[in-house]
């Protein structure tokens, strides 16, 4: 079976054409939040766009420090004084943000003045060239990138986008994504449980989890156990980008999903993960759409999403940086590892150290040990140990993404 990091590579090279045949669409900037830009935002107007004061003060020219100048005007925020030129022995009074003159090479403090009168001020000898004044372009230059194609949009990039006076802007449309459970055991909340039944937390955590990630996903219920029924609701999936299901992708007898999905003529890009816990996740294609087979284990199937799935939402969703960020930390303590195989840990990552759950050993279906913790750690097939202080890398589950895959952890990584 493969590893995370050949996991990755079959996956970018099979699924490239989603990423490539995504559908542009023209969104309104106040509605762009969690979109991914399908263009680069280049300045069509520089930030500042005006050479302005940085505070209430006097516009000033060097050669004039501790003189007396004459006031010649004042300016405020959001007027012009346009054709104004400062000269020798002449001062402007300035608000903050407000354009400064022209021949303007210094910004004097309010309180570093003194009146001689009402039209004459006296200015300190020391003067700075170019104090107290912000340029145009220096925070934002014309003509430069100030957002790349790909990045997935936030709240302050808005803003930026915002201040080149643009209201829609160019993004990926959100691939469609179908979220299922299966199994005849299991049942939703609100209806009443029999002894042998277990309720569907699957679809509630994996369809907020992906929301949080800004991915659009529509729960489409429970995969019957039969094999004709399952049959004919995966062909009528079609309109679908990505379908995720959770349980079904074992080897048990009631397991129908893989073998369905193999009468159907799906192309298995993976069968199975070299990875514990949780070694069942297959994906595979049928026609247009990509199907995702996650355990139905809540906790194997949770760290597979943080681990593949969610890099791989983002991957089709257009993003440039789609691998989740590593976090390096400190082991608080010893961790016996399975050689030949790779091993998540779970943790808590608190002040640089990875405080290591029950020395790495946990089931794969008790979620609360999810939420007992905070962060993992996948360690590659070389270890066979882990020593207490050792430095290693962690992924957070409240994270944002990178362009490298840097948080698996190989003897070679630190």
């Not at 490239?16 to 045949?21: D, H, L, T, V």
């Not at 949780?278 to 194997?300: C, D, R």
Request: proline share 3%; with cysteine.
């Amino acid at each position: 079976m493969l590893g995370v990091g050949e996991i990755f590579e079959k996956l970018w090279q099979s699924c490239a054409f989603k990423r490539e045949s995504l559908s542009i669409i023209n969104q309104d900037l106040c509605s762009a939040q969690g979109f991914v830009l399908a263009q680069d935002i280049v300045a069509t107007r520089p930030l500042p766009p005006f050479d302005n004061s940085a505070m209430d003060g006097y516009a000033v020219r060097i050669e004039d420090a501790g003189k007396e100048v004459k006031l010649a005007g004042r300016t405020l925020a959001g007027e012009s004084n346009v054709g104004f030129v400062l000269t020798q022995g002449v001062c402007h009074k300035v608000m903050t943000g407000s354009p400064i003159p022209r021949g303007t090479q210094a910004v004097v403090p309010i309180e570093q003045v003194t009146h001689s009168n009402e039209h004459t001020i006296l200015l300190p000898a020391d003067i700075k060239d170019s104090q107290n004044i912000r340029f145009a372009g220096e925070e934002i230059a014309l003509d430069s990138v100030i957002l790349p194609k790909g990045k997935r949009l936030g709240a302050l990039d808005l803003g930026l986008i915002a201040s080149q006076g643009l209201s829609y802007i160019k993004v990926y449309k959100k691939p469609k994504i179908a979220l299922f459970s299966s199994g005849d055991e299991v049942i939703e909340p609100g209806e009443v449980a029999l002894d042998h039944q277990i309720y569907n937390t699957n679809a509630t955590t994996l369809r907020a989890l992906f929301a949080q990630y800004h991915h659009e996903s529509c729960y489409k219920g429970i995969l019957p156990d039969d094999r004709q029924s399952l049959r004919e609701i995966l062909c009528a999936l079609g309109e679908y980008d990505i379908v995720v299901t959770t349980g079904g992708a074992s080897v048990g007898d009631a397991d129908l999903l893989k073998a369905t999905l193999h009468e159907l003529g799906a192309e298995f890009i993976f069968d199975g993960v070299n990875l514990k816990p949780g070694k069942h996740l297959s994906i595979a294609l049928l026609g247009e759409s990509i199907f995702i087979m996650l355990p139905g284990n809540p906790l194997a199937s949770l760290l597979h999403v943080y681990t593949i799935i969610l890099s791989f939402l983002e991957f089709c969703a257009g993003a440039s940086k789609y691998y989740l960020k590593a976090h390096i930390g400190c082991v608080d303590c010893d961790v016996a590892l399975r050689n030949g195989v790779q091993t998540l840990l779970l943790g808590e990552f608190r002040d640089g150290v990875f405080y290591v759950f029950n020395r790495g050993k946990f089931g794969s279906s008790a979620l609360i040990n999810v939420w007992k913790n905070n962060a993992i750690a996948l360690m590659d097939e070389n270890y066979a140990k882990i020593s207490a202080k050792e430095s290693i890398r962690c992924l957070l589950f409240e994270n944002d993404f990178e362009e490298e895959c840097r948080f698996i952890n190989t003897r070679r990584s630190l």
